[in-house]
């Protein structure tokens, strides 16, 4: 997208944005030339935006999985390893199974998701961004990009349907 | 025959409570929450700093000196001896772990069920359950002795290639607290990061790098909300049956052993429901010094909250009665020799009084305080009974663990138990929670701004006939 800006709308409001997002619609702009920067989560349905897609769902079976083996490993792969008879117990008890399995399976589970989340997300990130301090004030922004010479255009759409402001957004330091 | 109502006898007609009572039906500008809630961090008086003088010095003499002393001397210096060798520090961890049951509860039991009035006070209950875990971690490194050595618990063979024996009650307590601490210390994070953003977009000088290092980058794209919420609806969901197996676990512990008093199959339930009383009953009281001491708090935290809290506390205290009554009388019933001999022991020995104490805490205040909504909603009562609770409750553990090893089936062991230095170390253990509390408070945003704003944006008045009725739009 050499041959275009990119411009920063700014709303009140999550009425006032969603038409914004219309109004970019019958510009001719498709959903993913367009971002949401919100303070709050807002429904995609709300927006009118299709519905976004998350591998942290994904990324948090896999490690459910991962948990699970590594529990296994724990409770029977040590006493395959380096059999110790204590008392003529056995030496592969299913019941001390469960409760091994089930903690390392949450901990894949959930450290799978935190993790999955910062790899999604592409966090950490420290690079400069196109970003406001309004927006963690409860403003809704709009992040778009604009094709070169429909600036006023856009603009002048955009404040009639509700706009604060619509700026050429810089990447700046956070 | 027609049925007419009537008003009752002595009865006066209700005013309309005004809606603005409720934080949900109160809204205030995003940009001035997010202020109030800054402001409250960067006030620091002078009595803030003579608190944490105060309990930094506790925490150095009770605390670090003493377990200097400890690791010096030997457990010799403590009242562990024959026959009990589990004394208060193991009172101490079932009491923390109890402690930090509170913010997963709230925060992730009441997100699942959609409890609007929880939105506020998350926070402050997550913060307590990771800063109660470091407690009750502290506490099992002290009951250790020679603390050096706990990296025999990890799962890595010693030099006689011998692993830690994952078939005892303990390693699965060693790996249930801690896949417990990592899962509630993420759970604690993860909605943190908008607030830490927040607060990165409104500071400058080290808080600044402070914050923009924590807040990784946030900007609150669709695509970080997605991944933000689709993570938390998983910790949310998960982190709820590892509560209840920590608990369990711990009372596991016990059960597992075939002593009288210990040897119960109600161990499981009736900690994790001991834990919830103990929990609830402490978030009560963190709300009330939050509310009290810092600003713009009363704002954020409402008499509706404490009310809230109140109600899940008088529940929890019912189903604890409940419990104690099961694992009361089935020995009572059973008529085992040494389980008489233990019930007489707790209930007319030397110490019987902490018996009635404990019953008096757990049961009756509660009972008699919690029922009047008045009376849940006065934030310095419901302090009050929180304290009475946790005192409750600290006696409880008391009673099972060095009143229950007190008694066994060699009587000639048989001695009562007189704590020495633990004593010390547990008052270090209480000061460095409020302390972790205090400088945390001040550090991280205890309100959880946009999930407040997010409840607001979501609730509305509605008319029907002549009543106006809240209701909750999903929006998220």
Redesign the interface.
């Known amino acids: 997208m050499s041959d275009s800006t990119i411009l920063l709308a700014i709303f009140e409001d999550?009425e006032p944005a969603s038409k914004g997002i219309d109004v970019l619609h019958k510009l001719g702009l498709s959903d993913d030339q367009m971002?949401?920067?919100?303070?709050?989560?807002?429904?995609?349905a709300?927006l009118g935006?299709p519905d976004?897609?998350?591998h942290?769902?994904r990324i948090?079976f896999g490690g459910a999985i991962l948990g699970l083996l590594f529990g296994l490993f724990?409770?029977y792969g040590?006493p395959f390893l380096?059999p110790?008879d204590?008392g003529g117990?056995p030496i592969y008890?299913v019941p001390?199974g469960f409760?091994?399995c089930?903690?390392?399976t949450?901990?894949g589970?959930?450290?799978s998701?935190?993790l999955?989340?910062?790899v999604?997300?592409?966090?950490?990130?420290?690079?400069p961004?196109e970003?406001v301090?309004e927006?963690?004030?409860?403003r809704i922004a709009l992040?778009f990009h604009c094709p070169s010479g429909k600036q006023k255009g856009f603009t002048d759409a955009l404040m009639k349907s509700g706009a604060q402001s619509v700026i050429p957004a810089e990447a700046n330091q956070? | 025959m027609s049925a007419i109502a009537k008003p009752l006898i002595g009865s006066h007609t209700t005013e309309e409570e005004d809606p603005r009572e409720h934080l949900m039906h109160d809204p205030l500008?995003?940009?001035e929450m997010?202020t109030m809630v800054l402001e409250s961090m960067h006030t620091t008086t002078w009595k803030y700093w003579s608190l944490a003088g105060f309990l930094t010095f506790i925490v150095l003499t009770c605390l670090v000196y003493a377990w200097y002393l400890l690791i010096m001397n030997g457990l010799g210096v403590t009242g562990d001896n024959r026959p009990v060798y589990w004394g208060i520090f193991l009172v101490n961890v079932v009491f923390w772990i109890g402690i930090s049951h509170a913010g997963t509860f709230i925060s992730a039991i009441l997100r699942v069920l959609k409890v609007e009035s929880r939105r506020p006070f998350t926070r402050a209950a997550e913060l307590m359950t990771t800063f109660g875990l470091v407690q009750a971690g502290l506490s099992v490194f002290m009951h250790m002795g020679r603390v050096w050595l706990s990296y025999w618990l990890l799962?890595i063979?010693n030099e006689r290639?011998?692993?830690p024996?994952?078939?005892s009650p303990l390693?699965?307590d060693f790996?249930?607290i801690n896949?417990y601490l990592?899962?509630s210390t993420?759970?604690l994070?993860?909605p943190l990061l908008?607030d830490l953003?927040?607060a990165?977009?409104?500071s400058t000088g080290w808080r600044k790098t402070f914050y923009?290092?924590l807040?990784?980058?946030?900007?609150?794209?669709?695509?970080?909300?997605?991944?933000?919420?689709?993570?938390m609806n998983?910790?949310a969901f998960?982190?709820i049956?590892?509560m209840f197996?920590v608990h369990t676990?711990v009372s596991w512990d016990f059960a597992m052993a075939t002593r009288p008093g210990w040897s119960s199959t109600v161990f499981g339930p009736y900690f994790v429901i001991g834990a919830l009383h103990s929990g609830m009953a402490a978030v009560a009281i963190v709300l009330f010094m939050i509310r009290s001491t810092m600003k713009n708090m009363k704002y954020f935290i409402r008499p509706e909250h404490f009310d809230t809290l109140a109600k899940l506390s008088l529940m929890v205290s019912m189903a604890w009665a409940y419990f104690y009554f099961n694992d009361y009388l089935v020995p009572w019933y059973g008529g085992d020799k040494w389980e008489k001999i233990l019930q007489d022991f707790t209930q007319r020995g030397p110490i019987g009084w902490l018996w009635y104490v404990m019953l008096f805490c757990n049961i009756v205040v509660p009972w008699s305080i919690l029922w009047r909504k008045k009376w849940r909603q006065t934030p310095w009562l419901m302090a009050i009974v929180g304290l009475i609770i946790n005192i409750g409750m600290w006696i409880e553990r008391y009673v099972i663990i060095p009143e229950a090893l007190t008694i066994n089936r060699m009587p000639f062991t048989w001695e009562i138990y007189v704590p020495k230095l633990e004593i010390f170390l547990t008052i270090g253990t209480f000061a460095f929670f409020f302390l972790l509390y205090l400088l945390a408070s001040r550090l991280i945003p205890l309100i959880p701004v946009?999930e407040v704003?997010?409840g607001q944006?979501s609730h509305m008045l509605r008319k029907i006939g002549k009543a106006k009725i809240s209701t909750v739009s999903?929006?998220?």
């Not at chain 1, 971002?35 to 995609?44: D, L, M, T, W, Y």
């Not at chain 1, 999604?120 to 690079?127: A, R, V």
Request: neutral net charge; charged residues 20%; contains cysteine.
């Open positions: 999550i971002n949401i920067i919100s303070g709050i989560p807002v429904k995609e709300i935006r976004g897609r998350t942290v769902g948090a724990l409770i040590i380096f110790l204590a117990q008890p001390q409760i091994i089930f903690e390392m949450m901990l589970l959930m450290g998701a935190f999955g989340m910062f999604d997300s592409g966090f950490p990130s420290y690079t961004k970003y301090p927006i963690s004030a409860g992040l956070l | 500008p995003r940009g997010n799962p063979p290639t011998i692993w024996d994952f078939h390693m699965w790996m249930a896949t990592i899962c993420m759970y994070f993860l908008p953003a927040m990165r977009d409104r923009k290092i807040s990784l980058g946030f900007r609150g794209t669709e695509g970080e909300w997605k991944n933000l919420k689709t993570a998983i910790f998960a982190i049956p590892v197996s676990i946009w704003q997010e944006e999903e929006i998220d």
